[in-house]
């Protein structure tokens, strides 16, 4: 069984996250969604309004569930059984960073990561930007899923 687990803090979800997940479901029999928790972090949404989001955007895919999680990755991909971690890159600056972590990753547990580029129409969003657009009053619908578009 291919199971990959596609960590994030989804604060919130964007329509970049949901074109990797959604471009995901045929590589794989299953993904999870894992959102990580780091108590040092300050989200604008909370934990469950995030979850609800995730849950929300995917209830009719059977293939993807939602957890939340404390610690490294790897001790959940272990925990879970999963043999992969999805991840999304959007640019260079990504790239370089994602690869540091996925080389650290095979090196401590030999789990592989799988990368997906972002589709072309969704490469410039990020939680942050969509953060900082809710924040200051801006249109922020087109660069989230319909779960999201509750704030104003």
Do not use: Q, W
Not at 42 to 57: G, P
Not at 113 to 133: C, G, N, P, Y
């Amino acid at each position: 069984m291919r199971k990959a687990i596609f960590p994030g803090s989804f604060d919130p979800i964007t329509l970049g996250h949901e074109d990797i997940i959604k471009r995901g479901i045929p590589l794989f029999d299953e993904i999870i969604i894992a959102i990580g928790v780091n108590a040092e972090k300050k989200y604008m949404f909370s934990l469950e309004e995030r979850k609800r989001f995730i849950e929300e955007t995917f209830k009719d895919e059977p293939k993807v569930s939602v957890i939340t999680y404390e610690g490294l990755t790897i001790d959940l991909a272990k925990k879970e059984k999963a043999n992969f971690i999805l991840r999304g890159l959007r640019n260079p600056a990504d790239f370089e960073f994602e690869k540091a972590i996925a080389h650290t990753n095979r090196k401590l547990s030999k789990i592989e990561t799988v990368f997906l580029l972002t589709a072309a129409s969704t490469s410039f969003i990020s939680s942050s930007i969509v953060r900082d657009v809710l924040r200051h009053g801006g249109e922020y619908e087109m660069l989230v899923p319909e779960a999201v578009r509750v704030k104003k």
